[in-house]
């Protein structure tokens, strides 16, 4: 019976093509309707901090080399991902992700909660040549991160264009970048207090590579690595789930 | 317009399309297709009906069942908790001699442990405890911090040299770096402290009586007088054959020119305290000759 409908409507261009749109708009329905209940479902959190140059600029540098395509920056609603991984994933944690790096495929473990769990040296020696600490792995060596020197040229029109899509850089983030990225991994310069100043006092300011002459590319991809999962601890705390909207506090007190 | 017609072979009808005498069959779709594609149309049915499906403007369907993910990873989780209780309690509550002569408590300690090592600890430490340079070796018996459970166990907690406020300090100075030895010194120092490890075949007497002297001024504070160290404070023995940071003449020269501040992270925060029971045990039992007393 169907098939003598569809039979019809084949037969008729008009028809056909309506049908088509009617089809295909099921698909952008699904994927663009959430986003009208977007404040009930990302929660918010206003001590967020946002990534400071150098961690942004390792941020590109993860783009830039393809990380995503093995590591991703997501742990689901699972138990054995719970387990494994920790707490997981709020929408609210990638909010100043653009453009988010969530990742669809684990060759290598997920990274959403690596920061801090090891130390920046096992972080350059691992990406120098992962065979040097962890003899099976069959992860790349990208040893020219240790070589490059860090590019902090565009780092100031990389905050701003952030700031354009909505995170919210200060105007003297934006016109101190390229200084506040060298700061973060000179701990001896006199920089570091207005980095601090502007990024707060969870700022980690180090050596990343074990290099304290030049700033690297390791610098900037250890100091991102090491940030991931703890620009805010919404996460972690097991009743602050807040939420703007009245309706889920209404819907959570009725349930 | 085209005819169809009943074509005599098969006995389906043909589109009435014709060309040069070829007609075209207008095969039905097949039954099996047919009765998967109802029975995946009803199943979605079902599915919208009982569970979280459309979006209606600033809501959307909840679903007959009221199913939720976080909720159903909550309920998973406190259910784990709630069995696992049976013997995560006695781990955290008993002492670590109880723990060790309990059969069962530690056949949990030898089937948790490699998974909750492999996973943390064995990034740094090798799969097998064997370390590598920069990262101690787990499974002999030179001991930093000393091989009682409960340093291991504290260690776990609040890290070496890391952002935990309570962290252990270990730091060997940069004593040529900082200009308080000179090369020549330094020197006379790395023959001397080869010349006390087992891992080196030179003898005291032919070491440099000068890197001696240097020896109690400088070293002695940390390592003690015979250089076996001092667990207290995370100063590693120099007579053994085990270096950290590697015994040649090169490393020990960048040792004691740069000086050395290992990191190891705090896991107070990522690993649970029976977790980090499990792991302090399983530590202990990488060496199966420092526990074989204690082992059932």
């Known amino acids: ?255 | 317009m085209s005819v169809s017609e009943r074509d005599k072979y098969t006995g389906h009808m043909t589109t009435g399309h014709e060309w040069n005498g070829i007609k075209e069959l207008n095969t039905p779709v097949p039954l099996v297709l047919l009765v998967f594609l109802s029975a995946a149309f009803l199943f979605a049915l079902g599915y919208w009906i009982l569970m979280p499906a459309w979006p209606l403007g600033d809501t959307y369907t909840k679903g007959t069942l009221g199913f939720d993910q976080r909720q159903h990873l909550a309920k998973q989780i406190e259910k784990n908790d709630s069995e696992q209780s049976r013997w995560i309690d006695p781990l955290v509550q008993l002492d670590f001699d109880a723990i060790q002569g309990n059969s069962q408590l530690m056949a949990i300690v030898d089937e948790s442990g490699p998974a909750l090592f492999e996973d943390n600890c064995a990034m740094c430490h090798g799969s097998d405890g064997d370390g590598g340079r920069y990262f101690p070796k787990l499974n002999d018996t030179s001991w930093l911090w000393g091989s009682d459970p409960n340093v291991i166990l504290q260690t776990l907690a609040v890290g070496i040299n890391s952002t935990h406020p309570d962290t252990r300090i270990a730091i060997m100075p940069g004593f040529g770096a900082a200009g308080v030895l000179s090369a020549e010194v330094i020197e006379n120092l790395v023959a001397y402290v080869q010349s006390i490890s087992s891992s080196h075949n030179t003898s005291i007497e032919q070491a440099n009586m000068a890197g001696k002297e240097a020896y109690s001024m400088y070293c002695a504070g940390c390592h003690a007088n015979d250089g076996t160290g001092n667990s207290v404070v995370g100063a590693p023995n120099l007579t053994d054959d085990y270096w950290v940071y590697g015994g040649d003449t090169t490393a020990l020269t960048a040792t004691l020119t740069h000086g050395r501040k290992g990191h190891m992270p705090a896991w107070d925060k990522r690993l649970s305290l029976s977790e980090r029971r499990i792991l302090t045990l399983y530590v202990l039992s990488l060496n199966q000759s420092v526990v074989t007393g204690d082992k059932p």
């Open chain 1, 1 to 255: 019976m169907i098939f003598t409908i569809h039979n019809k409507i084949e037969r008729n261009s008009i028809v056909l093509a309506l049908g088509i749109i009617l089809v295909s708009a099921v698909g952008g329905l699904v994927e663009i309707a959430p986003l009208f209940t977007i404040d009930d479902t990302v929660e918010s959190d206003p001590d967020m901090r946002v990534y400071t140059p150098l961690e942004l600029a390792g941020r590109n540098i993860y783009i830039r080399e393809g990380c995503y395509s093995c590591h991703s920056q997501m742990i689901r609603t699972l138990k054995d991902e719970v387990d494994r991984y920790g707490p997981y994933s709020r929408a609210v944690e990638s909010q100043y992700d653009h453009p988010m790096l969530w990742g669809s495929k684990r060759t290598g473990p997920d990274l959403a909660r690596i920061g801090e769990k090891y130390s920046d040296l096992w972080h350059t020696r691992h990406l120098n040549n992962p065979r040097d600490v962890v003899p099976q792995s069959i992860m790349p060596a990208y040893s020219w991160l240790l070589k490059n020197d860090l590019n902090t040229r565009d780092l100031r029109g990389n905050l701003k264009a952030m700031s354009r899509v909505g995170v919210p850089y200060k105007d003297s983030m934006i016109n101190l970048a390229n200084r506040d990225a060298i700061a973060q991994a000179s701990p001896s310069s006199g920089d570091v207090a207005g980095l601090i100043e502007r990024y707060g006092q969870a700022t980690s300011v180090r050596v990343f590579d074990g290099d304290p002459q030049r700033v690297t590319e390791m610098d900037a991809v250890v100091a991102y690595l090491q940030i991931l999962g703890r620009l805010t601890e919404v996460a972690h705390s097991d009743t602050s789930v807040k939420f703007d909207s009245k309706e889920n506090v209404a819907s959570a007190e009725g349930s």
